[in-house]
């Protein structure tokens, strides 16, 4: 008679003991890379880093939050105790009625090609053979032809403009920028309008400059303007506009409960009293540090407003193709 074998127990498997009690910390806290969060650690101690993108993580170390990102201990069964840090599964976008889903690229016309990240769209122009004419051209001017989707830029010289061309062609370049790194062409949008016309609000970018040359979204903070000032107050008499309004010392900015490690002095776009709206001329992306009451830590990019003008066509702020313009004409800027 046959005997059939018993099934073997499985081995015991010991759980690595990642948190240890009492508390242990270092009794000055690390000093992290520019952009990486200062967080609790996941055993409720100590300060520490945050895990970045695709970096192991664990109960004790934990990823940056602040980034949305989360540990993934998919790969690890059955024990899931390591894991690798990665977004959080993003949602669709929708755009004139029709839904995409997260990752699906789109081309909604012939001018922008457009890609839809965790909810976000970001778009790039097609239309980039014809560039703007450089400073020496005094009257550029953007001609439709037949048959042909992208307009073609000439210069004009049947009209008579000023000695010297305006500050803005200087910075007619293309919306997006292209350059080759480790067999990646980084590819990263314009920033999109912010989302108040007055107060914090938040403007979005997509790009693929990472390690894993992944395209992912990115958010900054902006401010075009208080809501709580009224501007009108310091437009100097005779004039219809302030295109730059600054307060009268510098601040720290403050979000959530917690305050900047330094103080600021930004400026702000004004306002007008005719129909004619400011918006931000030049402006650059800067990484502000804050620091919270229970002693963690975080960077937020900043949008820093170097420059405005005030136009007479004001923006529509659901127009996602917007600030892919190549050119402002010359009547859009504040006499």
């Given at each position: 008679?046959?005997?059939?074998?018993?099934?073997?127990?499985?081995?015991?498997?010991?759980?690595?003991?990642?948190?240890?009690?009492?508390?242990?910390?270092?009794?000055?806290?690390?000093?992290?890379?520019?952009?990486?969060s200062?967080?609790?650690?996941?055993?409720?101690?100590?300060?520490?880093?945050?895990?970045?993108?695709?970096?192991?993580?664990?109960?004790?170390?934990?990823?940056?939050?602040?980034?949305?990102?989360?540990?993934?201990?998919?790969?690890?069964?059955?024990?899931?105790?390591?894991?690798?840090?990665?977004?959080?599964?993003?949602?669709?976008?929708?755009?004139?009625?029709?839904?995409?889903?997260?990752?699906?690229?789109?081309?909604?016309?012939?001018?922008?090609?457009?890609?839809?990240?965790?909810?976000?769209?970001?778009?790039?122009?097609?239309?980039?053979?014809?560039?703007?004419?450089?400073?020496?051209?005094?009257?550029?001017?953007?001609?439709?032809?037949?048959?042909?989707?992208c307009?073609?830029?000439?210069?004009?010289?049947?009209?008579?403009?000023?000695?010297?061309?305006?500050?803005?062609?200087?910075?007619?370049?293309?919306?997006?920028?292209?350059?080759?790194?480790?067999?990646?062409?980084?590819?990263?949008?314009?920033?999109?309008?912010?989302?108040?016309?007055?107060?914090?609000?938040?403007?979005?970018?997509?790009?693929?400059?990472n390690?894993?040359?992944?395209?992912?979204?990115?958010?900054?903070?902006?401010?075009?303007?208080?809501?709580?000032?009224?501007i009108?107050?310091?437009?100097?008499?005779?004039?219809?506009?302030?295109?730059?309004?600054?307060?009268?010392?510098?601040?720290?900015?403050?979000?959530?409960?917690?305050?900047?490690?330094?103080?600021?002095?930004?400026?702000?776009?004004?306002?007008?009293?005719?129909e004619?709206?400011?918006?931000?001329?030049?402006?650059?992306?800067v990484?502000?540090?804050?620091?919270?009451?229970?002693?963690?830590?975080?960077?937020?990019?900043?949008?820093?407003?170097?420059?405005?003008?005030?136009?007479?066509?004001?923006?529509?702020?659901?127009?996602?193709?917007?600030?892919?313009?190549?050119?402002?004409?010359?009547?859009e800027?504040?006499?």
């Open positions: 008679m046959l005997s059939i074998p018993e099934p073997m127990a499985p081995e015991p498997y010991n759980r690595t003991q990642y948190c240890q009690w009492p508390c242990k910390c270092p009794k000055t806290p690390p000093t992290c890379p520019p952009g990486v200062l967080i609790t650690d996941g055993c409720d101690c100590c300060r520490a880093c945050a895990k970045q993108v695709g970096e192991v993580c664990n109960e004790k170390e934990n990823c940056d939050h602040h980034r949305g990102l989360y540990c993934d201990y998919s790969a690890d069964k059955p024990r899931y105790e390591k894991g690798v840090c990665a977004y959080l599964p993003g949602t669709g976008c929708e755009h004139n009625g029709v839904i995409y889903r997260n990752g699906q690229s789109f081309q909604p016309n012939c001018k922008y090609q457009c890609l839809c990240v965790n909810g976000a769209i970001g778009c790039v122009s097609l239309c980039n053979e014809s560039q703007p004419p450089r400073v020496w051209c005094q009257n550029p001017r953007r001609v439709k032809i037949p048959g042909r989707c307009e073609l830029w000439i210069c004009d010289e049947s009209r008579r403009g000023r000695k010297t061309a305006p500050r803005h062609t200087m910075a007619a370049l293309s919306s997006v920028k292209d350059s080759w790194n480790k067999n990646c062409v980084t590819q990263t949008t314009s920033w999109s309008s912010c989302s108040k016309t007055c107060g914090r609000g938040v403007s979005l970018r997509i790009t693929n400059n390690k894993q040359c992944q395209m992912v979204k990115e958010s900054r903070l902006c401010n075009i303007r208080p809501c709580k000032v009224d009108t107050k310091h437009i100097k008499p005779g004039k219809k506009c302030l295109n730059i309004y600054r307060a009268a010392r510098p601040h720290n900015f403050t979000i959530s409960g917690c305050t900047s490690t330094k103080t600021y002095w930004p400026k702000f776009c004004g306002v007008c009293t005719d004619r709206c400011c918006i931000p001329f030049k402006s650059k992306t990484e502000v540090d804050f620091q919270c009451p229970n002693g963690s830590g975080f960077t937020w990019q900043v949008m820093w407003i170097n420059a405005c003008f005030c136009n007479l066509s004001c923006k529509n702020p659901n127009d996602i193709f917007t600030d892919l313009e190549q050119y402002h004409e010359r009547s800027i504040e006499k």
